[in-house]
C-alpha cells in the first residue's frame, strides 16, 4: 500500500482509523477454520495491509471510492468467524488490499415494536444485538455456533442458520430489508413484508459474501423475549429411527424451538464428556429438544407423540441442558486439540429427507476414506441441527491423529469430501457459506448459467473488482 | 411473421402447434385486467404474431433458439390471467411477437412422498396439480383467485400469494426447486431445503416474470390433505381494531390457514349480497378464518382469543362457508358490471403494520380524488387478506360509475394511485406483480441500483432481448 493510499483511507474515516500494527493486521488475516488457526502458527502469513474501521455508511462508502479510485482490493470483515477462507487478504488483481472492519457499525438504528422490525447497524454482534433488543423485551433469536462474535451484517452475507432454527428459521427468513453499499451506488431494500415487485433482490444480497457490496444496515423480525424454556431430551435405537422422528416433527410443524439429532459416535462421545449418563443411553443416538414461546405443552405433547411413534424415548432434561450450558463452545476447543497432535474439523450440508442417509454415508466415507489414504486413522461424527419439511443439514466433526503437516493431509480430504457432496446431491454448504474453500465446486451446484448471473451482477456493480477477490466466484473466472 | 420464421418454429413444435388462426391471436392479445376486457371490446387490437405450443422443456429449448436466432420476441404464456400487463403482445425492437403458450408443459414430473416435494411442468394448472396430488392423498394447498387458469409456472413468474397463505405460505415459500430455459443456457436449482451455496437464485427467477427465461418445471413442497376444516366468522367495530387483531394473530404464529378482513365498504356489500346478515354486522368490519391441518381446536383457541381480545365478537360459521364458496368468482363479475357501465377493478399493495392505516388512506384517497377529478363517482372497499409478523397487504376494489372512455378515465387515476403506493412506503405489487403496467414504478421501489442488477441479469441471459420486452424493466431503459 503506497502513502497515497494510506492518506486517502485516513481521509475517509479519519487517521486513527487506518490500522497498520502487525497485531491488527494479522488478526485480520483470516477467519476461524482449522486451515487458518494451522496457518496463524507458522512464522510467515499473507495479511492484509491495513485494516479500515469506518464508522457508518457513508465512510463505507467514501471507502469504497478510494479503493475503486486507487485500485485497492477490500475484503468486508465483520466478526471474523468465517470458516470457508472468506477473509482471505486476497488481492486478485490489485497492488493492495484492506480489510474492511465493520465493527464501528454498531448499534440499533431503528425500532418499530408493533410491526416487530429492528434495523441493526450491520457491524452489531449476536450478544450485542441481544442486549440492545432485551432493553425493549425482545429478541432476535439467532443463535449460530458464531454467536459470541459474528455480526448481523456477517450473518446477512453468509446465509447463516442458528440452533433455534426449528423455531425462528434461518437468517434468511428473519431479514425484512437491507442497506448495502455497493463500489458503483447505494441500495436500500424492503419496502414491506411480503412482494412481487419483480424478483427479491434482498436475496441477491444474503449469500453475497461481500463480492457485490458491503451490508451495512439489516432490518429484522424481532420477537418478545421467550418466556419459558423447556427442555426434553430423547434416545433412539439408530441414525434411521432419529431421522424419522425428526422429518415426523419437521413435515407436522409448530414444534419445538431448537431440535438435533446425534448420530452413535457423537452421542458416545458428547455422553461420556457430560459423563452423567451410563451405557445403555450411550449406545444409540440421542435427540435435544428446547421448547421456547406459546403453547409449549401443546407442541410437546404432539412432538413427543411423533417421536415416539419413531421409536424414541424420552430421558428427561439433563442432555438437553447440558448442551444449551456448553453450545457455544465447540469451535474454541480446536486449538488445544491441535497442540495434542489431533486435528480436529467441522463440515456441513443438506438435502432432502430422502437422500439424507445416502448424502451421510457418502460424507463420511470421503472423510474417513480420505485420512485413511494419508496414513490417518479418524473418527467422524454427525448430526442433523436444521430442519425442514423437506429435507435436512448434515453436520459432520472429524477427528484424527496426524502427525506431519496438518494441513497438506487436510485438502486433498476436503477436496474429497466436497466431490462427494456434488456427487451426492447435496449442497456444498447449508450455513458455512462458499468463501474461497468451497467457491471451486459453486459451478456444480448452480452451472454455469448460475455462474454467468452471478458474475454478471459483479461486473455491474462491482466492474473494477476491488471486493473480496475470489470468494464465492473463482478467480480465474475471467466472465 | 415471415413464412421462414413459421417454418423455423414448425420445426421446433411441429406444425399442428403453430397456431395463426384469429382466435387464438385473439385469445393470447392480453390478460384479465378490467384494461385487457376493455381492450378486448374494441374492433382494432394487438395480437401476437402465432401462437407456438412446446409440448416439454426441449421444445422450449428449440422456440427460444430459433426465436433468438430469427429475432422473434417471445411471451411466455400460462393461463392466462395477468392483470398487469405482462402479456401485451410487444414485440421491442423485433419484426415479429408470438405467444409462446405453456399449457402443453403439464403432468406430475416427479414425486418424492417421503420429502414431501412434488415436480410439476410448469403448463400445469391449479386445479389439474390439486388433481394429480390429491391421488396421492397430497395437496399445494397454492389457491389464489386466478386459481382456475393460472399454472404452476405462472405462480412462480409472478409471486403469486394464494387465500391460504396464512397457513401454507406465499407461492415463494412453496418452492424448493426450479427448471428454467433462458435464451443463453439452461439452469436447474434447488439442492437442498436450505443452502448458504452463494445467494438463493431460485429468487431470480421468481417474480423475472419470463424477462430471464421460461420456467419449465418447478419443485413445491406438498402436505397432506388435511382431513378437516373448520370455519368462523367475526365481527369488529372498525377496520383499526380488525387489523389489530390480524396482527396479534400473525406476530404469535400457527394460526388460522385462511384469515380475511373485510373493511366496512366490503363488509356492507357482501353482506348485503349474501343477503342473511341483519344490520348490526354489517355496519362494522368483519373477518373470515378458515383452520385446515393439525391441532385445529388448540390453534382456533388461541387466535379467538386474540380477536377477542382486540375488539371481536365471533358471529359463527356462516359467512366464513359463503365466502369460501364464490371465493374465485369476483373476477368473473368485471365483464357484466362493464355491461352496465360500472367500471370495476382491484390493486393491491403491502406494508408493515405500523404504515398500514397510513397507506389504505393514501390509497383511497388516490382512488376517490382520480375518478372525482374525471368527474366519476367511486366505491372503494379494502380488505387484508395476507398477513406477516412484520405486516400485511392491502387488496382494494373499486367501484365507479364511467360513462364514456372508462380505459381513458382509468389510466390517470392508477398512475395516482401508484404515486401514492410508492410516497406512502408500500410496494408497487403485493401479488399481481409487475407487467408492463407496474413497471415505470419499479425503479421507485428497488432504486437504480436495483434496476441496474435487473438490467445486468437480463443482458446476461437474453442479451438479444426477446424475452417478454418492455416487462418489469421498462422499454425506454438503455441499459
Not at 244 to 260: C, F, H, K, S
Request: proline share 5%; charged share 20%.
Amino acid at each position: 500500500m503506497t502513502a497515497e493510499d494510506h492518506a486517502a483511507l485516513s481521509a475517509a474515516v479519519g487517521p486513527a482509523h487506518v490500522d497498520v500494527t502487525t497485531e491488527a493486521r494479522i488478526r485480520h488475516a483470516g477467519g476461524r477454520s482449522t486451515p487458518d488457526l494451522l496457518r496463524r502458527r507458522e512464522p510467515d502469513q499473507d495479511a492484509p495491509d491495513a485494516v479500515v474501521r469506518p464508522a457508518h455508511h457513508d465512510e463505507v462508502r467514501a471507502c469504497l471510492d478510494v479503493a475503486v479510485a486507487r485500485g485497492i482490493a477490500v475484503i468486508p470483515f465483520g466478526g471474523g468467524t468465517s470458516v470457508v477462507g472468506a477473509l482471505d487478504p486476497e488481492r486478485g488483481a490489485h497492488h493492495a488490499v484492506v480489510s474492511l472492519d465493520l465493527r464501528r457499525l454498531s448499534g440499533l438504528v431503528r425500532l418499530d415494536e408493533v410491526s416487530g422490525e429492528a434495523v441493526l447497524a450491520a457491524g452489531t454482534t449476536g450478544p450485542e444485538a441481544e442486549a440492545l433488543l432485551s432493553a425493549h423485551g425482545l429478541e432476535l433469536g439467532h443463535f449460530p455456533q458464531s454467536f459470541r462474535y459474528a455480526t448481523i451484517g456477517g450473518f446477512a452475507a453468509a446465509r447463516s442458520s442458528g440452533q433455534n432454527s426449528a423455531g425462528n428459521g434461518r437468517f434468511d427468513t428473519m431479514v425484512t430489508g437491507i442497506r448495502v453499499a455497493t463500489p458503483t451506488g447505494d441500495i436500500e431494500l424492503g419496502r414491506s413484508p411480503g412482494s412481487a415487485a419483480g424478483p427479491d433482490l434482498i436475496r441477491v444480497f444474503l449469500g453475497s459474501e461481500g463480492i457485490f457490496g458491503v451490508i451495512t444496515e439489516v432490518r429484522v423480525r424481532v420477537h418478545p423475549i421467550p418466556r419459558e424454556r423447556v427442555f426434553e431430551s430423547w434416545s433412539f435405537p439408530d441414525f434411521t429411527s432419529g431421522v424419522e422422528g425428526l422429518r415426523r416433527v419437521a413435515q407436522q410443524g409448530n414444534g419445538p424451538t431448537v431440535i438435533r439429532l446425534s448420530d452413535e459416535a457423537e452421542t458416545a462421545v458428547s455422553l461420556a464428556q457430560v459423563g452423567k449418563i451410563g451405557k445403555v443411553l450411550a449406545k444409540g443416538t440421542s435427540v435435544v429438544t428446547v421448547y421456547e414461546g406459546e403453547g409449549i405443552d401443546e407442541r410437546r405433547t404432539r412432538v413427543s407423540a411423533h417421536l415416539a411413534a419413531a421409536g424414541g424415548t424420552s430421558s428427561g432434561t439433563g442432555p438437553a441442558e447440558d448442551w444449551l450450558k456448553g453450545r457455544f463452545d465447540g469451535p474454541y476447543l480446536r486449538d488445544s486439540l491441535l497442540d495434542a497432535g489431533v486435528f480436529c474439523e467441522t463440515l456441513e450440508t443438506a438435502t432432502t429427507w430422502t437422500n439424507l442417509q445416502t448424502l451421510r454415508s457418502a460424507v463420511e466415507t470421503a472423510l474417513k476414506g480420505g485420512f485413511s489414504a494419508a496414513g490417518a486413522k479418524s473418527y467422524v461424527m454427525c448430526h442433523v441441527s436444521h430442519i425442514y419439511p423437506t429435507g435436512a443439514s448434515l453436520y459432520f466433526t472429524v477427528l484424527a491423529g496426524v502427525r506431519a503437516d496438518p494441513l497438506g493431509a487436510w485438502e486433498p480430504v476436503k477436496a474429497r469430501v466436497n466431490d462427494a457432496i456434488i456427487a451426492a446431491g447435496g449442497t456444498i454448504s447449508h450455513h458455512h457459506a462458499v468463501g474461497r474453500d468451497h467457491a471451486p465446486w459453486l459451478s456444480q451446484e448452480i452451472g454455469e448459467t448460475g455462474m454467468r448471473i452471478l458474475s454478471a451482477i459483479k461486473r455491474e456493480l462491482d466492474p473494477a473488482g476491488i471486493l473480496n477477490p475470489g470468494a464465492v466466484i473463482p478467480l480465474e473466472r475471467n466472465d
